[in-house]
C-alpha cells in the first residue's frame, strides 16, 4: 500500500492583478458599444468628421482660386461655373468656403490643445499636491476667471496684434482656467484612492505618478471638455475674424467672410448665411461629440 497522497487539484484564484484587467477590458467593449448610440450623436459626429475631412483636404480637390477677382461681381447661387455664386469682389464663394475652413479649424484645434496641455497641467500639480502649491495655482486660476472669456481673449488678441499666432495663444491662455478646474478636481479625487496611495509608498516619483496613474484616469472626462471647448475656441475664432482682429484678409475664413458679405445681407444673404451656417453646424456638432464622449467615457462606470 502506498503511503503517498495526491495532492488535490489547485484552485483557479483570481489575483488582484488580473481582476482589474479582466474589468477593464469589459468595460471598455461597453463604452465602446455605448459610443454614438443616438441620432443626434450619429449626426453629429458625421458632420464633425466632414468639416475636418473639408479642412484638410477640401482644398487639394477645388481648383478655383479663391482669391482671384474676376468682373463676374455677386452671381447667384448655380451659376455657370460657381456653385456658390461669387461674391462682391467676383471671387467664387464655394472656393472660399472651402480654403475658410482650414484656418477657423487650424486655430480652433491649435488653442484648444494648448489649452489642454496648459490648464491640465495646472490641474493635475495642483490636486496632487494640494496645500500651498494649490491654493496659490487656484488662486491665480480664479483671478483668470474673474474676466469674461471673450474680453481677456480681445485684451490677449489686442496686445499682441493680429495674426493666426496671437489669435491661438490668445484663446489658448483664455480658456485653459476652466480646464485647470475640471483637472483639479478630478485630480483630488483619484489622488486619495488606493492605487495613487501604494504608488507613493513605493517610492514612485510624483512626475511617474502624475503621468502614469492619475493622467488615464482622469483622462476621458478631460477629453469630452476639450472636445467641448474645441466649440467655445471655434466661436472665439469666428468672433475675432468678425471683428478683424483675427485671421486677415485676403486669407478667407469664414468669421471675415461673415463680416464681409453682411454689406449684401438683403440683396446676397447667402455670403452671410453660408459661412455662418457651417461655423454653427461645427459648433454645434462640438457640443454634441463632447456629450456622447461624456457618456461613453465615464470613468466612474456604472455604480
Known amino acids: 500500500m502506498s503511503d503517498t497522497t495526491t495532492a488535490p487539484p489547485p484552485v483557479a484564484t483570481v489575483g ?9 477590458m469589459a468595460l471598455a467593449v461597453w463604452r465602446r458599444r455605448r459610443l454614438a448610440r443616438s441620432w443626434p450623436a450619429v449626426l453629429s459626429w458625421l458632420v464633425l468628421i466632414a468639416l475636418v475631412l473639408i479642412a484638410v483636404a477640401g482644398p487639394l480637390f477645388v481648383h478655383a482660386d479663391p482669391l482671384r477677382q474676376t468682373s463676374s461681381a455677386l452671381l447667384p447661387m448655380g451659376s455657370s461655373g460657381h456653385l456658390f455664386g461669387t ?3 467676383g471671387r467664387d464663394e464655394f472656393a472660399r468656403l472651402v480654403h475658410g475652413a482650414r484656418p477657423l479649424l487650424l486655430v480652433a484645434f491649435a488653442s484648444t490643445a494648448l489649452a489642454a496641455v496648459v490648464g491640465t497641467g495646472i490641474g493635475l500639480v495642483a490636486g496632487y499636491l ?3 502649491v494649490e491654493q496659490v495655482l487656484m488662486r491665480i486660476v480664479d483671478l483668470a476667471l474673474a474676466f469674461p472669456s471673450i474680453l481677456l481673449v480681445i485684451l490677449l488678441v489686442a496686445a499682441a496684434g493680429p495674426g ?11 480658456l485653459a482656467p476652466g480646464l485647470a478646474r475640471l483637472a483639479r478636481a478630478l485630480t483630488a479625487r483619484e489622488a486619495a484612492r488606493d492605487y495613487v496611495v501604494a504608488s507613493k509608498l513605493g ?10 496613474e492619475l493622467l488615464p484616469n482622469i483622462a476621458g472626462p478631460m477629453l469630452a471638455q476639450v472636445v467641448m471647448t474645441l466649440s467655445i475656441a471655434a466661436g472665439f475664432a469666428a468672433g475675432l475674424s468678425y471683428l478683424g482682429l483675427g485671421i486677415q484678409p485676403p486669407q478667407p475664413d469664414w468669421g471675415y ?3 464681409a458679405g453682411q454689406e449684401f445681407l438683403y440683396t446676397a444673404p447667402r455670403l ?7 461655423t454653427l453646424l461645427f459648433v454645434v456638432a462640438c457640443n454634441f461629440v463632447g456629450d456622447d464622449l461624456r457618456d461613453a467615457l465615464d470613468v466612474r462606470g456604472p455604480a
Do not use: N
Not at 488582484?16 to 477593464?24: A, V
Not at 452671410?272 to 457651417?278: G, S
Open 16 to 24: 488582484p492583478s488580473s481582476s482589474p484587467s479582466i474589468g477593464r
Open 87 to 89: 461674391d462682391d469682389l
Open 130 to 132: 494640494g496645500g500651498v
Open 164 to 174: 493666426t499666432v496671437s489669435l491661438v495663444f490668445g484663446i489658448g491662455v483664455s
Open 203 to 212: 517610492g514612485t516619483r510624483t512626475p511617474r505618478i502624475l503621468a502614469r
Open 257 to 259: 467672410m461673415v463680416q
Open 272 to 278: 452671410v448665411v453660408l459661412p455662418a451656417t457651417f
